[in-house]
Structure formats: C-alpha cells, structure tokens
C-alpha cells in the first residue's frame, strides 16, 4: 500500500529571496527535490510538499512566492520520478522555473542512494509601469528599457542523495547550463548545494532533528543550520540559524 505523508508548517520566518539566487527555504529539510533530483523517490512513497508566503501584505508590488514538490517511486525505472514548480513575484518582475526529475536508485550499506537529473524551464518575465521625474513617457528617456519583456530558457540540474536509516546527505549542482535570458540581460548563475541531516531517537516519544544545509553560486555563500524535536512523531517545534542574517523558530504537525 502507497503511504501519503502529509506535514503542516508554520514558521515565523519563512522564506526569503535574493537577485541572482535561487529561493533560500527556511524548511529545508521539507524541500530537498527542488534542489536535489537524487531525492526523487526515496521515501517509498507518493509525496507532496507545498510551502507558500505573501510578504509585506497591503504594499504595492509585495513579494509572493510558492512551491510545489512531488515524486513517487517507479519500480520499472529502478528510481523514481518528481515534479517541482516555482513561481516568485517581487514588484514588477515574475519568475516561474518547472522541472521534471528522474533518480535512479542504489542500495549501499543499509541505506539508498540515488543518483538524479532533472530537466527544466526557467522564466522571467518583467511588467514595469515606468514614470520618469519630469512626466515624460519612458520611450523618450534611453536609460529605461522596455516596460514589458520576458524570456524562457531551459534548465538543468543534477544531483546525489543517500538516506539510510535516520541519516540523510545530498550535493547537488543547480541551472547547470546557465542559460543566458537575452531579452531581458540575464544569465542564470550556477548553484551548488550540500545538506545533510540526522534523527536522533532519545526515547519512543521524543526525536532530535539536527540538520544544516551550505548554497552557493561561487560569488556568495550561505550555510543554515536547523535543530528541531518531534514529539510522539506528530507535533514538532525547532529553531534555524542563517549564518550572519536571521533567527528562524518554527512549528509543525505531521502524519501518516
């Protein structure tokens, strides 16, 4: 029989996005497909995972951004299969990336690894209402570009996943290509990412979470570290570090 797991979140510090990086989610730990396809499949499961924030509520142009994970194990393909969609909107600029993953899967020692690709399409599309200091029309001003432009691009990624027991690590490279959006003067920068994570089982009721994951796109780097503890294995509560940037504390429910 197929086991649906289903987990509710909430965290006061969610999310946040950067020019130039991919989105940086607090909850990792419930997102490894999106930037790992060697994730795909692994829990022997059919999963899905959605996380979504709207910022700055009522401001013009304020930030709205969600995620959409599933994948499910294929026997026939000896791995598994995923799906992920982004969307992100900042003021006049939207940004929406697809991708369908595929792992294949290993047994090693007593745990899984799966080796993925996965196979994209990146989007940005700009809608700006520009109006210049002295009232003139953008058109007759040429610093300012074009109000509306967009661009579409395909996109790769790779990765590596083990899982053995209450242990998990992956690497994984994302926008592998680093597609260049002409029409609108950008080129999607390559990203690198490593994560890792252990449940330590003090007793039948209670479970240590530890977990940290490192990003980088070789001009920046940021490193997240995560302890949470699960109580009965349904309601859990933990705290996160953005190193030199936010304290993130969370809640959350989970079933089977």
């Known amino acids: 029989m197929k086991k649906i797991a289903i987990t509710f979140v909430l965290g006061l510090i969610g999310w946040t996005s950067m020019a130039q990086q991919d989105p940086q989610v607090t909850h990792f730990m419930f997102d490894k497909l999106s930037v790992n396809p060697g994730y795909a499949g692994l829990n022997n499961a059919i999963c899905g995972t959605f ?3 709207y910022q700055w509520v009522k401001f013009d142009g304020a930030p709205r951004t969600g995620l959409l994970n599933v994948h ?6 000896r791995g598994g299969v995923g799906l992920t969609y982004y969307y992100d909107q900042l003021g006049f ?8 993953h595929y ?10 690894l799966g080796i993925g690709a996965s196979v994209g399409l990146i989007s940005k599309n700009i809608n700006a209402n520009w109006i210049t200091p002295d009232g003139t029309i953008w058109s007759a001003d040429n610093s300012i570009s074009n109000p509306t432009s967009n661009d579409l691009a395909p996109d790769f990624s790779f990765g590596a996943f083990y899982q053995a027991n209450n242990l998990w690590m992956g690497i994984s490279t994302t926008h592998l290509s680093q597609s260049d959006l002409a029409d609108i003067n950008i080129q999607t920068a390559r990203h690198y990412w490593i994560m890792a994570g252990y ?5 039948p009721d209670w479970q240590l979470r530890p977990s940290v994951i490192a990003k980088s796109d070789a001009a920046s780097t940021q490193l997240d570290v995560n302890v949470s503890v699960l109580f009965k294995r349904m309601v859990w509560a933990g705290v996160g570090y953005r190193v030199a940037d936010a304290v993130m504390p ?3 429910y989970q079933t089977l």
Not at 93 to 100: D, F, Q
Not at 103 to 112: L, N, P, V
Request: aromatic share 6%.
């Open 72 to 77: 499910m194990p294929v026997k026939v393909l």
């Open 51 to 53: 996380i979504g924030r």
């Open 199 to 203: 449940n330590y089982d003090i007793n």
């Open 250 to 252: 969370m809640v959350g």
């Open 103 to 112: 792992s294949f899967h290993k047994s090693i020692g007593i745990g899984t």
């Open 93 to 100: 600029e939207t940004n929406n990336i697809a991708r369908l």
